[in-house]
């Protein structure tokens, strides 16, 4: 069975975040995790808004940061950034 770690959860959640809004994520290590931002862009439709929160939904949270300039999401993975895959028995 695969093991997802930290950094291949945030990944694949960068990936899909920059296919759905056209635009570059920033990822930081925090506590207690990774988070991982992106800018949204103006006038999304019904099904992109559901694709993307479709794809938050691999975060442990995420949230919707709003100012007078520009609207974005974000999304926060817990755990060591530099968490390594389990080692397989030989």
Do not use: N
């Not at 920033?26 to 931002?37: A, N």
């Not at 992109?48 to 993975?77: K, Q």
């Amino acid at each position: 069975m695969p093991v997802c770690t930290v950094g291949s959860r945030a990944e694949a959640l960068a990936a899909r975040m920059k296919a759905l809004t056209g635009h570059d994520p920033r990822m930081r290590e925090g506590r207690p995790g990774l988070r991982i931002e992106v800018e949204l862009p103006g006038g999304l439709s019904v099904s992109l808004r559901v694709s993307l929160l479709a794809a938050l939904a691999i975060a442990d949270r995420y949230g919707h940061d709003v100012t007078a300039d520009r609207a974005s999401v974000w999304a926060e993975i817990d755990g060591a950034a530099t968490e390594e895959e389990p080692r397989r028995g030989g």
